[in-house]
């Protein structure tokens, strides 16, 4: 869709021009809320990762550093937003490269002369959990790509927009390729009961080889992951805001700049947004946080939904086309319901129903009482 219409606001005005007006306002709602509500998650583990080399520092304090130097970073403009993102692109696609070169080296026993005696052999059973296991589990593999619709957003700045199903085939590629190879070592050298979840899996494949800067050099690359995808995230919520208030969906206050062009007030809104997410992360019980941020999860899922139907409307695509979009749309349903399977999923699924019915319910208002009259004054 942005190779043949570039729109600064992305799959928001893309749903507008397929659905109507309720659309966009939604799919722009439901994204902004899910993103700042996955935001103060990224910012605790972040900072709970930082804790490793400063243990007595409160993790208020870490959220907080990061949140600030992620608004600087927006506040900077796209060319500091640019400069960062490439920058810890590449760290992170080096430390994942180096990850997979002396995990490959260990499973070949090149490393301390033998090859691991755990691995793919203590996998009797390739699905332990059985077929509900793996349908309840099947929502973390969508997580995993959680966030490429912020390309979307960026692609309206390409040079050339027309290359943009280019780079994202291409984006998509690399990292299944880079998934695939580090999920598979990880499994070929440790056996599944060795798996924690409070540790990074890639530690724990490699630290029965004792190389000391492994945990100091992966832990570093957590830090930069979640930050990086952060600031990605938070650039998007901004651009979202000021789409959403250009389009009279939001107060005009969050479309006005200031200090150089800069949209301030949106990314004041923003940060209010972060610092209340952070300080739910932080307060409330972990049971009910983990709820919120699988709602928000699922939020972020529902987008995905309106732009694989927007696109059926705005794109004109033959037979192929369209079963890619339901063979999508399938794996997405089945996904989100898969976490009905599991007991810690469902009041997830439930409240991030809650949060779409809230959503829907402004959408309703906005429809009855301001817009079928903006509509009816400028006919007349």
């Known amino acids: 869709m942005t190779a043949q219409q570039p729109e600064k606001g992305s799959f928001r005005t893309y749903a507008k ?15 902004w809320l899910s993103e700042i509500l996955i935001m103060g998650s990224q910012l605790t583990a972040i900072s709970m990762f930082a804790r490793f080399w400063l243990p007595n520092l409160p993790l208020w304090m870490c959220a907080t550093a990061f949140a600030v130097l992620a608004l600087l970073i927006i506040f900077l403009g796209n060319r500091g937003f640019d400069t960062t993102e490439n920058i ?110 409070k540790e990074s899996p890639l530690i724990t494949a490699l630290s029965q080889f004792q190389l000391p ?47 150089k062009d800069r949209p301030v007030y949106a990314l004041g809104m923003s940060a209010v947004g972060l610092a209340a997410s952070i300080v739910l992360s932080l307060l409330i019980p972990g049971t009910i946080y983990e709820t919120i941020t699988i709602a928000a999860g699922l939020l972020l899922l529902y987008n995905w939904v309106f732009i694989l139907l927007s696109a059926g409307r705005v794109l004109k695509k033959g037979s192929e086309g369209r079963i890619k979009r339901m063979t999508g749309l399938a794996f997405i349903v089945l996904a989100v319901f898969g976490t009905m399977a599991r007991g810690p999923g469902r009041p997830g699924f439930w409240g991030s129903l809650g949060f779409l019915a809230v959503i829907a319910l402004v959408a309703w208002f906005m429809q009855r009482k301001v817009w079928s009259k903006q509509q009816a004054g400028s006919q007349s």
């Open 88 to 197: 810890l692109s590449v760290a992170k696609l080096a430390a994942t490269v180096m990850f997979i070169v002396i995990a490959a080296a260990a499973w070949m026993g090149w490393l301390h002369g033998d090859r691991p005696k755990e691995g793919l052999e203590a996998y009797r059973n390739w699905l332990p959990g059985g077929w509900v296991g793996a349908w309840s589990s099947l929502i973390f593999a969508f997580y995993a790509f959680g966030g490429i619709e912020v390309m979307g957003m960026m692609a309206f700045r390409m040079k050339k927009p027309k290359d943009a199903p280019k780079a994202g085939k291409v984006m998509l590629l690399i990292l299944t390729v880079l998934y695939g190879l580090t999920i598979g070592l990880v499994l070929s050298l440790i056996a599944p009961d060795k798996l924690n979840p």
């Open 17 to 31: 021009q397929a659905f109507g007006r309720w659309a966009g306002f939604s799919s722009g709602w439901v994204y």
């Open 213 to 259: 800067f492994i945990p100091h050099v992966f832990n570093a690359v957590l830090i930069i992951a979640g930050f990086s995808t952060m600031v990605a995230s938070l650039y998007a919520v901004v651009t979202m805001l000021v789409t959403l208030s250009e389009e009279h969906d939001a107060p005009a206050v969050f479309s006005r700049t200031a200090m």
